[in-house]
Each structure stands twice: as C-alpha cells, then as structure tokens.
C-alpha cells in the first residue's frame, strides 16, 4: 500500500544538505562508492535517530514506491516563498548506514548522523502552501495546514479520502505534478505523467502571471538552468501544436491572424507566423511545460537574436500546465522592450567552444 508522508527540511541545516542530495544528484565520487556496493541511486534524503531512537519505528515505516511532499523554508533566493512544500518524490529504496550518510550529508558533530536514508526519484520542484496541501488532501481543509514538525505519514482517514478523491496516491502525486509543478517531471520517474490529458482536450486559459516576477537582487546571483526531462521535447511539440490550433480557430483574444504557417521545422528562429490586420508578419516562439509556472525558460542565440531583430512582432506563447485540466498561456509581445528596459534579462548558461587555426 502506497502511504504519502509529510517531510520538514526547513531548518538551517537541511537546507545547505538540499543541495547535496536533491536539488542536485549526490556526488559522482559517493554514487560511485555506492555503485560497488550494488547501490544505484542520485538522489537521497535521510533523517536522525532521534533521542532514544524515536525516529526509528516511523522511518521504518516507509517503504519503496511511498510519496514524500518536502516542506522547505529556502532563503537563499530572494523569491524563494519561506513556507510551502518545494519538492515532490517517490521513495525508490532505504538505506540505515550511518557511514553512507556522513560522506552525502557531513554532520555538524560526532552522533548527529541522517543514517535513516531513503532513496528517491527525481525529486521535482513544485509550489504548495501548507494551507493549499490541507485542502488537497483533507475533506475541509482541516488538517495538515501548520508546517510539519517532523516527519510524518498521512493518517489512515485522510489517506482513504486521498484515495477517493484523486482514484489512488499516485493519482494525487500526477495532480501535484501537473497542477502545481515548477518544472517539467521526468518521464522514465513519472510515467503516469505523460498518460494525462490531450493538450486539445481542454480549453485555454490566458493568464498575464505564468511567467514569474524575480525580485531584483543587488547581490551576485547564479544561473541555474531548469532540469529538463525526457519529456521535454514532447510536451514543446505538443505546445506548439495546441497554440497553431487557437490561432487558426481564432481562439486567441485580440489577435486576427491570417497565412498562419508552422515554420519550427525551418530553423528560422520562431516556431509558427501569421500576418496581422496591419499585414505585419508577427512571428511566434511557443514554450511548453507540464509545470503550472515558468520560473524561466530557454532560447537559443539564433532565437534571441530573432526577438532583437524583429522586436514587438516577435512574441512568446507560454503554455503551462499542458499535462493538467488546466493549460494556462500567457502571451508576452514586448520582451525586446523589457530586455532594453532591463525589466528582463537573458543570461548565457552554455558556451561552445573551438580551436582555431594559428595565424
């Protein structure tokens, strides 16, 4: 029986261990470590004895194919909400080895050790308030709505009304995902994933707030880009699709659009064109994610260098949530501007390089 467990990592301490082991895979030195002893696994999680062990008979509880929802206070970027459940898993396999669990998560002092590890799939960032999970899974929202004070298993109740309500726990988890994701979820994790509703199914909502509002930091800041998954291409195809089908339909509002053509194929620096009431050819550069919320998205150089060229005939269509019952689009028809504005930024994440001939 799947259970969905509640997991605290708001503290200090938890958060500098988030980047060891789950905002980013354990370090290759460590998985290789792990590999000879027949372990194979990227991501981890783990947690203390407890005094007189009193974590030892919750944690051994949980069991391959459970969910973990991880509740996270993260404050080391200024738009980071500071209570909301960040990341959503499956527990892949469980580990007490409290050697294992000093070289991924060095502890502070000697017997402090997170020795009870567990295992996950990709972990996946996702945006869920306590107040919002309580709703989610509780018939009136009333439990689950403070931040959990340790880890813990959903109660039995609450578990037969998840159940009920989403069809099954891992039901509930596809909803998390594609309702509330930040990210798009690795398919070959979460397959039930790409088994969710046709994009041309469901009818278009157009939101000007799909795209996040980063707070300007005087600070240096860093370039992290979004984990893409196998699904990625997909779902971007897919996106493209849906919106050649709004715009031939006429289902956009405020835009006539005439000689609609898809023109991805072409390389051409956009993905579909049309010509407007004022015959002007706008070009269109569609992004697609099973995330309800873009945090950022990517462009090539030769599509940025199209949006400087072409200016505010050069829009973006942001499709959000293209796996949910929800598809949200946000049309964005003056990035050039805001780039010239610096109410944008575009920042280079990957470089090529090559070696040139002497002269």
Not at 148 to 155: R, T
Not at 178 to 186: I, K, Q, R, S, V
Request: aromatic content about 8%; some cysteine; proline content about 4%.
């Amino acid at each position: 029986m799947t259970n969905l467990w509640l997991i605290p990592a708001s503290n200090p301490l938890a958060t500098t261990n988030l980047a060891l082991s789950m905002e980013n895979e354990i370090d290759i030195e460590i998985r290789h470590a792990l590999r000879e002893r027949g372990i194979e696994q990227r991501y981890a999680w783990g947690a203390q004895r407890g005094t007189n062990d009193s974590n030892l008979s919750i944690y051994r509880a949980m069991q391959a194919g459970d969910i973990c929802l991880f509740y996270t206070a993260d404050q080391r970027e200024v738009d980071e909400p500071l209570k909301a459940y960040r990341w959503a898993a499956r527990i892949t396999d469980l580990l007490e080895d409290h050697s294992v669990a000093d070289q991924v998560w060095p502890p502070e002092q000697p017997g402090k050790s997170f020795e009870l590890m567990y295992f996950l799939t990709t972990p996946v960032k996702i945006y869920i308030t306590t107040e919002q999970l309580s709703l989610l899974i509780t018939k009136h929202g009333e439990k689950y709505a403070s931040p959990p004070k340790g880890f813990m298993k959903l109660d039995q109740r609450n578990l037969d009304f998840v159940r009920h309500k989403y069809g099954s726990p891992e039901a509930f988890l596809t909803h998390v995902l594609t309702d509330h994701g930040e990210e798009d979820a690795p398919v070959e994790d979460y397959p039930d994933v790409a088994l969710a509703s046709s994009l041309s199914t469901v009818a278009p909502i157009f939101v000007d707030d799909l795209l996040s509002v980063k707070t300007k930091s005087k600070g240096k800041s860093s370039v992290v880009a979004q984990r893409r998954s196998k699904l990625s291409k997909e779902v971007g195809d897919e996106a493209e699709l849906y919106i050649l089908e709004l715009l031939r339909e006429g289902r956009v509002p405020g835009v006539i659009a005439t000689q609609i053509q898809h023109v991805a194929d072409q390389k051409v620096g956009w993905d579909i064109q049309y010509y407007d009431e004022h015959d002007n050819l706008v070009k269109v550069e569609v992004k697609g994610s099973t995330a309800s919320k873009f945090s950022n998205f990517e462009l090539t150089i030769n599509e940025l260098n199209c949006l400087k060229e072409h200016a505010n005939l050069y829009h973006f269509y942001l499709v959000g949530g293209c796996r949910s019952t929800s598809r949200r689009v946000q049309i964005i028809k003056d990035m050039a501007k805001r780039l010239a504005d610096n109410n944008a930024v575009a920042s280079p994440i990957t470089f090529r390089l090559e070696l040139l001939e002497s002269r």
